[in-house]
């Protein structure tokens, strides 16, 4: 039940806005690169088996910051997706994280443009939940549920704070907008799990929802 629940909302939440709508270790100074790869790996092989989809994980080209350079940027840089990471001075561990989702136009339902659209909502959430630092990718999932429901009651705008990171999330007119921005020194798995991120006990949703990022 919870593998189709779970399917299930990975498909409403990645397409129907347009219509309608483990413990860590403490103290946590913040998700290293190496980390957030891997989880986002992880992440696309979850959401591959619980949607039957076929996604493979995209490369982020890395280059040095060009102002200061101890610091790394990854990149992903697309018409509908975009995802740029800035480590801190160490070249490890993430000081901000801002991933981008366009709607394109020309988008209608079942057409090449809509579904190459739903691809890049599956990436989205896979990197979104990479920067959770849990290590089952099911908790990991619950923050694209709470930045969803978060988004549509705030009317496009959603705050919160996950561990040494403010997640700041605006959506205005066909792009969505998540920032991670590093903002503490540490913190410990009590302040992580602070905010609607479900427990690990908690079940998830079983209705379809009716919001998305965009």
């Not at 998700?31 to 088996?49: A, H, L, V, W």
């Not at 410990?188 to 479900?198: L, Y």
């Amino acid at each position: 039940m919870r593998k189709r629940a779970v399917a299930v909302s990975l498909l409403s939440l990645a397409l129907s806005g347009f219509w309608g709508g483990g413990a860590t270790a403490a103290p946590y100074t913040g998700q290293s690169y190496d980390t957030f790869s891997r989880y986002y790996k992880e992440n696309i092989s979850f959401i591959n088996d619980n949607d039957n989809r076929h996604l493979l994980p995209l490369a982020l080209a890395k280059s040095v910051d060009p102002l200061e350079n101890t610091r790394i940027l990854y990149s992903l840089i697309g018409d509908t997706l975009h995802a740029e990471i800035i480590t801190g001075d160490d070249g490890s561990t993430i000081d901000s994280c801002c991933i981008t989702l366009t709607a394109p136009s020309g988008m209608e339902y079942g057409n090449a443009v809509y579904n190459d659209f739903a691809i890049s909502g599956y990436q989205s959430y896979a990197l979104l939940m990479a920067m959770h630092p849990d290590l089952d990718p099911v908790r990991r999932y619950a923050l694209v549920t709470d930045v969803v429901t978060g988004m549509a009651e705030g009317d496009g705008q959603y705050q919160r704070q996950l561990g040494v990171y403010t997640l700041s999330c605006v959506r205005m007119d066909n792009v969505a907008e998540l920032r991670f921005q590093k903002n503490q020194a540490e913190n410990t798995e009590e302040a992580i799990e602070e905010g609607s991120v479900p427990r690990e006990d908690t079940p998830l949703p079983e209705e379809d929802p009716e919001v998305s990022l965009l």
